[in-house]
DNA sequence: TAGATTGTTAATCGATTAACAATC
DNA sequence: TAGATTGTTAATCGATTAACAATC
């Protein structure tokens, strides 16, 4: 069971179980079925049960699952009980934007710098946060032991900006651009381009 | 094969094939193979023939593909041919940025309209278009012949303009709000949340 | 022709769902 | 106890990959 290799369809659905728990946690609801989690979040309820059960026995038969205890386990599981410090690149409209959200992470994640190739973005202040020269992203994510990268940036410089990610040893990386981007094994990259969300949609039109 | 129901996996990598042939395209390429095509942005050539198959035969044995008639072929497969009317919910941060992609979307789509709940912000003037409140969307969803809608309010009245998009004609919708939201059989929605993006990349930290 | 590459079938792999004994 | 619901196995479903004849 330890050493069982969890599919990303699973860990991507954990953040949502998240979600919607800490909002039943908010409305003093102590206990959820995964009958109920599976109609609030259209999923299949046996799915639910199983995703967990690759984790531990969280439930209880006869009852569902205790909503806090719930949210403490996935919480540990993706390892959201500490605070990550995260690292932006590329201070547009998109990156100033994201910033923004640093309120809604809360305490599982936090941008705690921004970096920018363009001179006159240098200095600016972004939700409390200065916005640095490239030279300095090495040992600013050294210093501040940040492990996540999101990037901002136009597709042309986003390669270089995860290259120069992964030699500052970060281990995750968000991309916003709309390419590819190539990285070691060891690194994780999620894409999260809403121009091919949008345009996948369009094939659905009737 | 006309009838043949296509997997939307498949369908998601259709844009990514479709960006990086427009790339080509501007590097004056002539043909690719699906090799060229899966080393490129990490997929199996096989799954690739196997996509583009789905949909006709579009390549040359011993050849491979003419860049600029694959183009032409996946716009029309996602009916990218035409310039589809976009309108969005939310003049946020994060909604004014996308606005600004409209550059980027080029001939394929277009946001044409932006709407937000709070008087503050009606009349504002996002990327020459003008903020219009809530009562106007109805209106002009179908004066404009906007087919999808772009949802980037807070997570608590996400699900709210998800219906008003339906009741006015949407048939597709892309949600940024971190919330799921419900909508009809015949409407599709796929949801952008970067929030649940960064806490699975979480799960993969060494 | 020889080499390359497609389209497609068959094999594999993986993910989802149904079913149910265990049990709260 | 009776009803509800888990954890888990088995069945199903679907997606990916390998292999290769066809052919440019």
Known sequence: MKSMKISDAVVRRLPIYLRFLS????????????????????????????????????????????????????????????????????????????????????????????????PEQHGKVINNLIVQPMEELEATIKALQIRIGIITVPSTAAQQVATQFVAAGVEAILNFAPVVIKVPNNVRVHHADFTTDLQSLAYYLG
Chains 1, 2 share one sequence.
Not at 95 to 114: P, Q
């Open 23 to 118: 909002e039943l946690a908010m409305n003093n609801v102590l206990t959820v079925s995964s009958q109920d989690l599976g109609q609030k979040l259209n999923l299949n309820p046996a799915q639910i049960r199983k995703d967990l059960a690759y984790f531990g026995e969280f439930g209880k038969k006869g009852i569902g699952y205790d909503v806090l205890f719930l949210i403490e386990k996935i919480r540990q599981i993706l390892k959201l009980d500490k605070t990550l410090s995260v690292g932006l690149v590329g201070a547009g409209n998109l990156g100033r934007a994201l910033c923004n959200y640093n309120t809604y992470l809360k305490d599982s994640m936090k941008i705690v710098a921004v970096f920018d190739a363009t």
